[in-house]
């Protein structure tokens, strides 16, 4: 076989490939009608204070979301320090952005026991609960996965998605917000969408 003829055959197998590749994507992949059309919507909770809020509560300004739970180990203290250093950036512009973090563990974390959590970071966020319906709602809505894992000895904790949702004035999501760059750039983000 020549060269010439060698390269057509390579050529003609990547291009057939490539070919059952995107078919087969276009197969899998879910119809216009099944991708979901919006992350976010309407909301009723309890909040830190025992307040029961809505997703209206938080219009009018910039709203960063998080799902997660108390007992976490690591994932939300640290997202929550780094959303908190970002409102601290903000100064007194933090009083224009909300964030909120809301419990994919509802059977442990009271009202009580988020307000108690929340006392480490910013002032600006606020921490949901509430009936398992409710939380289930919330999570359907943001497309949030969450997972009760048991722990040896007894016990569990909870696998859960660990997107921040940024959502507009408005309460339309926006985008998932980058919390791996600097503060300063972070709050600049944000202070752009006041």
Request: charged share 20%.
């Amino acid at each position: 076989m020549t060269r010439s003829a060698r390269i057509l055959v390579i050529l003609a197998a990547f291009v057939t490939g490539a070919f059952a590749l995107t078919a087969g994507v276009m197969l899998l992949a879910p119809s216009e009608q099944a991708r979901p059309s919006s992350v976010g919507g309407p909301f009723q909770l309890v909040n830190q204070d025992g307040k029961t809020v809505s997703d209206a509560d938080f219009r009018g300004k910039p709203l960063l979301v998080f799902f997660g739970f108390t007992h976490c180990p690591d994932i939300c203290p640290t997202t929550l320090f780094e959303i908190s250093e970002i409102f601290n950036r903000l100064g007194k512009d933090a009083e224009k952005v909300s964030a909120i973090f809301v419990t994919v563990d509802p059977a442990r974390d009271t009202p009580e026991k988020l307000k108690l959590y929340l006392s480490s970071f910013h002032q600006q966020i606020s921490a949901l609960s509430g009936s398992d319906a409710q939380v289930e709602a919330i999570k359907m809505a943001y497309f949030v996965y969450a997972k009760r894992v048991p722990l040896e000895g007894g016990g569990y904790t909870m696998d859960h998605t660990s997107v921040v949702y940024l959502m507009d004035k408005q309460g339309k999501f926006v985008a998932p917000f980058n919390l791996k760059r600097d503060a300063d750039a972070a709050a600049a983000d944000l202070r752009r969408r006041l």
